[in-house]
């Protein structure tokens, strides 16, 4: 099976850097996907890693190691409309079986 | 439309009541998903077509009873529901066996369930 944590709630400044954690339990890992969520809409593919490292795009970042079972999300320069859930996915071996975590709610504050 | 439509966006429904809930995918993909997001719960996997075919049923209870007559269209036929099925039913499709990002899976708005 697949256990996927990641913290409930964050707060952050705006302009700062944030980092939200997701560590995952797998039996055969395929993948993982980063996914952002504004209340009352759909989730909306941020990233995705299968091999370790860090993959970059624009302010948004994410790292993974397998041999950790970990990966993180990096913002940066906070925006206000950054406020949103973030949500970690791990892909099981069978490409359809996809598990999610319950999500973390970012605040950015001015 | 581009994406992946979904409706009606909300929905109120009695126990008694029968009704069903329709996804359309515009990106040519070829597996379609539904899932049901609870309140500070993770999104919980219902159903998977791939090819048209239904794949996987992780024992969703039998008043859940979809429906994908080819690979654009998915459906969610709803009937003696109860109260603890109120949640966001999502829909999602991706291009199955491309491989690594490819595998996506892409979002419908969801449709808010509330059953009285």
């Known amino acids: 099976g697949q256990n996927i944590d990641q913290p409930t709630e964050m707060t952050a400044t705006e302009g700062a850097i944030v980092q939200i954690n997701c560590t995952y339990q797998t039996s055969g890992f395929n993948g993982l996907f980063w996914y952002q969520q504004h209340a009352g809409e759909a989730p909306t593919f941020l990233s995705y890693?299968?091999?370790?490292g860090l993959e970059e795009k624009g302010r948004f970042s994410s790292f993974l190691s397998r041999s950790k079972g970990y990966s993180y999300l990096l913002l940066k320069e906070l925006q206000m409309k950054d406020s949103a859930s973030y949500l970690c996915a791990v892909r099981d071996i069978r490409a359809l079986d996809m598990r999610f975590g319950a999500g973390t709610r970012l605040t950015v504050k001015p | 439309e581009t994406g992946v439509t979904q409706t009606p966006r909300h929905l109120v429904m009695g126990m008694t009541n029968k009704k069903s809930l329709k996804c359309e995918q515009h990106l040519g993909h070829n597996a379609m998903y539904w899932y049901k997001q609870s309140a500070k719960k993770p999104l919980e996997l219902m159903f998977v077509y791939s090819l048209e075919e239904r794949v996987e049923n992780n024992s969703v209870p039998s008043r859940f009873s979809p429906e994908c007559p080819n690979s654009s269209h998915l459906f969610l036929h709803l009937h003696t529901l109860q109260p603890e099925d109120s949640a966001l039913y999502l829909c999602a499709s991706s291009q199955v066996a491309s491989g690594g990002a490819g595998d996506t899976q892409y979002f419908g708005p969801g449709t808010r369930l509330t059953v009285l």
């Open positions: 890693n299968v091999l370790d």
